[in-house]
């Protein structure tokens, strides 16, 4: 399936801190954070979770347990499962009903970690207070991504690990996505929320980037050594179309301080 951006998406700059277009934002995924939980739920219990942790763990060498920060952890996905490898998490997120689900699933597994309400790109943590910083499809919806990977650099300590792991958003349009034919994570919602999926992502600056290129490019200038990308990721991670499968491409981000 090809996706296309709408050809009536503003090519038009935006402020980088519209604080009602982040009040849409928050809102939104905090309405979807129901139908997250039970994705990542069905996660934790499937073949997803040892298929990411063969995605993560080769990364996470040295020094253990290592002190973790799931940027944008929605429902706690990430956080959840280094915890459950004996590492110290920490989840931040945006939307306060994410981290209530996120709270609640970590509980149902025995996991213990901390969820913080906060914003990705103006972290509450000392510098070079982190070993990894992890983060699954978030970048493509904040206003000002490289102010965000320079926190991101910030709380990372010397030698510490940056896995970012995302989709070209900005250039699809979602309702071709819900549309995508078979099972697969967005089935099920209805066009409303999808339609403002679409509105916000037209607004987000990321939306006019070639990515993952800008990624790279802005990581190497930040400071960030050993920048790899990964355009294969989702054909490991996807390997048939269940009720977790993505069908927008992902790839993955690895960069070291």
Partial sequence: ????????????????????????????????????GTTRRVELSSDKKNQWLAEILPHLQGKQPLRVLDIGTGTGFFAILLAQQGHTACGIDMSEAMLEEGRLIAKQHGCAVDFQKMDASCLNFEGESMDVVISRNLTWTLQDAAEAYKE????????????????????????????????????????????????????????????PDWDMRVLRDIGFSQCQCDMKLSSRIYTEQDATYNPVPMFAIRAMK
């Fill in 1 to 36: 399936m090809n996706y296309t951006a709408p050809s009536s998406a503003s090519s038009e700059p935006i402020s980088h801190n519209d604080s009602a277009l982040s009040s849409r934002i928050e809102r939104y995924w905090s309405r979807r954070a129901g139908s997250y």
């Fill in 152 to 211: 991101w650099y910030r709380v990372l300590r010397s030698g510490g690990i940056l896995l970012n792991f995302d989709a070209n958003y900005g250039s699809v349009s979602f309702m071709d996505v819900v549309r995508h034919p078979g099972t697969h994570a967005h089935v099920g919602m209805d066009d409303g929320m999808m339609e403002e999926c679409e509105c916000i992502r037209r607004e987000l600056p990321l939306s006019r980037e070639s990515r």
